[in-house]
């Protein structure tokens, strides 16, 4: 397999083992308890999506060579897939804490990102920048001292 394609698939590898970290952090102020949810659930399917493409990008075509013009562009779509799913996520969770209400009891809520969110959206980026070739112009500089 192709270094390019071979480095697709490790980055895809990371963001699957993101999904089954700790997405959200849901803590009740004042009773104690504690719920977290990983990645399956809600936006970060959208990741698992990005990471199905990812591994169909990289099984087309001659897995001998790097990604022809189609099969960049389904991985950049997939890591973009990705990041999207992570960003959205974050997005829902800035929004879900604050106070509620049940029954006579007012609940605070607490919400905070977990490592696996931010793990995959980390993955998206670096698979983005390999595959587009921005990460290639920095591997290939000598260091000069």
Not at 48 to 77: R, S
Not at 78 to 84: D, E, N, R, T, Y
Not at 130 to 143: D, H, I, R
Request: proline share 2%; glycine share 14%.
């Amino acid at each position: 397999m192709h270094q390019q394609k071979l480095i697709a698939l490790i980055e895809a590898g990371f963001a699957l083992i993101a999904l089954f970290l700790t997405w959200l952090t849901a803590t009740a102020e004042g009773f104690g308890t504690t719920r977290s949810t990983n990645g399956f659930s809600s936006w970060g399917l959208l990741s698992l999506m990005g990471i199905i493409g990812i591994v169909i990008a990289c099984l087309l075509g001659d897995k001998t060579k790097p990604f022809d013009d189609q099969g960049k562009k389904i991985a950049l779509a997939s890591f973009g897939l990705i990041i999207l799913g992570a960003i959205i996520y974050f997005i829902r969770i800035k929004t879900l804490g604050g106070a509620t209400q049940a029954g006579y009891y007012t609940i605070n809520v607490k919400t905070s990102a977990g490592p696996g969110l931010w793990m995959a959206l980390v993955a998206g980026i670096v698979g983005v920048l390999f595959v587009s070739g921005a990460m290639q112009n920095l591997a290939t500089k000598p260091v000069v001292k």
